[in-house]
């Protein structure tokens, strides 16, 4: 009697996480099972005959009082922790590491106007920390306003997607897909048209656009390239290929690419991390 109680307790508990949409602590899975009489059991033991339970996410937000706005796409908390904004980036502020970039101060204020001295929501996706120690999150204000998502819409901004962190990726290019249109911001500036290939050699410091057809395909042990000539090819993860289309639909077709060009002897590459950064003309 005394262990019926204890299971029919154990399922009262798991029911009420799932309908809380609390996920369990760990990652630990939940197994459904359900006897001859239809009587519904959940476990965290896989047993004969029962099946895991998919648990709903639940996205957490987290209240900071913000410090400092550092530059467009990052900000500094009471508590002294960086916060790195995530699926974006804005241009160079000027610094004694580095020039200026056109857009890159206009984005800082408009953070600063927004941010500075108030208090905002972190919400984090599947990784929390960057090589550098910085927090990486979505902000949010009390009223709801998405700050990485209004600085796309407002043409400061320009996505950037590094899987596996995608969470509102797709909201993210629509966004800039519209400001794009409306040459808002930096899709109105000179210094982020789109070019060709062929001025690469002169033309590759900072954020760029590039316009080419690829023509071949290569594979090896750790990337997948998209060669477009002798000197310029696209590096894809093979770890990230499978965000991205079938890549021979690429081939013969004139394609834009952007991102940071690498240079090795004569030879430039960008890496592509995500398919907002390779479209079909």
């Not at 895991?52 to 990052?74: E, I, N």
């Not at 996505?159 to 808002?184: D, G, K, T, Y």
């Not at 990230?240 to 940071?260: P, Q």
Request: some cysteine; overall charge positive; charged content about 25%.
């Amino acid at each position: 009697m005394m262990n019926f109680k204890r299971a029919l307790l154990f399922s009262c508990a798991l029911l009420v996480i799932l309908c809380l949409k609390i996920p369990t602590a760990l990652g630990a899975e939940i197994f459904r099972s359900e006897d001859a009489s239809g009587k519904v059991t959940y476990s965290d033991k896989a047993t004969d005959g029962a099946r895991p339970v998919q648990l709903p996410d639940r996205t957490y937000r987290h209240l900071h009082q913000v410090k400092k706005v550092y530059d467009g796409d990052t900000i500094i908390l009471e508590n002294g922790k960086r916060v790195r904004l995530l699926g974006i980036n804005t241009p160079e502020i000027e610094s004694r590491y580095r020039a200026g970039e056109p857009g890159g101060k206009m984005a800082k204020v408009w953070l600063q106007e927004r941010l500075q001295g108030r208090k905002v929501y972190l919400e984090y996706d599947l990784e929390k920390q960057d090589k550098y120690k910085r927090l990486l999150a979505h902000l949010f204000m009390s009223d709801g306003t998405h700050i990485n998502l209004e600085l796309i819409k407002n043409g400061l901004a320009f996505v950037n997607i590094i899987p596996p962190n995608l969470r509102h990726a797709a909201q993210f290019e629509r966004a800039q897909n519209l400001a794009e249109q409306h040459n808002l911001g930096i899709w109105g500036m000179a210094r982020y048209r789109a070019r060709a290939l062929s001025t690469i050699a002169t033309d590759n410091r900072g954020w760029r656009r590039y316009t080419g057809v690829p023509r071949t395909i290569q594979q090896k042990k750790k990337f997948t390239y998209l060669v477009f000539t002798d000197e310029f090819s696209i590096r894809i993860d093979n770890n990230h290929i499978d965000h991205f289309h079938d890549l021979t639909d690429y081939l013969g077709k004139t394609v834009e690419v952007r991102g940071w060009v690498s240079r090795r002897s004569k030879k430039y590459s960008i890496q592509i991390r995500h398919p907002s950064a390779l479209i079909r003309l």
